[in-house]
T-cell receptor, first 113, second 115 residues
């Protein structure tokens, strides 16, 4: 049973435009959310996170938005650059639980120069 | 600073053979994780260590999988015997503390192919 879902397996965006990656979750106990980026043949690397007490967190070109009522979060990348081409994983955890990270299936972003 | 180191990067074995993966976490990181990543899926936790204690191994198939973290530093993950369905990438990660609000640092992974 997939508790974190990324329904778009792939996304293509022109360089300089905005990339929006979406993620949905089902477990209302999740209170911390993270995005990881993965290049081929490398392990995932942490990108940005957000606590459930916030609805937005920004770090340079990357912004994560959280809509708790919809159990939905999104990652915005603006402007998109060719080096952003990678697989992006959404992850969630329940701090009061076992501190396990539940990952989505990933979205492959391709930024076209 | 050295990152999480895993070996081997690639391993091809025949079914029913044993296999072992090794992980060296970032120096000073007391929490170590082993994740399984199947093709087209996100990583799934197999086991989490706090120092040398396995605090969450509920997802580890204990009939064929075993893990250890002697002295609270390096860790090994073993599969014996391997099955065709075990073909996947095995990721090791470490963090400073058990709280997931801190980021996890992943190694490059060990890709297993079982023939």
């Amino acid at each position: 049973d997939q508790q974190v879902k990324q329904n778009s397996p792939s996304l293509s965006v022109q360089e300089g435009r905005i990339s929006i990656l979406n993620c949905d979750y089902t477990n209302s106990m999740f209170d911390y959310f993270l995005w990881y980026k993965k290049y081929p043949a490398e392990g995932p690397t942490f990108l940005i996170s957000i606590s459930s007490i916030k609805d937005k967190n920004e770090d340079g070109r990357f912004t994560v938005f959280l809509n708790k009522s919809a159990k939905h979060l999104s990652l915005h990348i603006v402007p998109s650059q060719p080096g952003d081409s990678a697989v992006y994983f959404c992850a969630a955890s329940a701090q009061t639980g076992a501190n396990n990270l539940f990952f989505g299936t990933g979205t492959r972003l391709t930024v076209i120069p | 600073e050295a990152g999480v180191v895993q070996s081997p990067r690639y391993k091809i074995i025949e079914k029913k053979q044993p296999v072992a993966f090794w992980c060296n976490p970032i120096s000073g990181h007391n929490t170590l994780y082993w994740y399984l990543q199947n093709l087209g899926q996100g990583p799934e936790l197999l086991i989490r260590y706090e120092n040398e204690e396995a605090v969450d191994d509920s997802q580890l198939p204990k009939d064929r999988f075993s893990a250890e973290r002697l002295k609270g530093v390096d860790s090994t993950l073993k599969i014996q015997p391997a099955e065709l369905g075990d073909s996947a990438v095995y990721l090791c990660a470490s963090s400073l503390g058990g709280q997931v609000s801190g980021e996890l640092f992943f190694g490059e992974g060990s890709r297993l192919t079982v023939l």
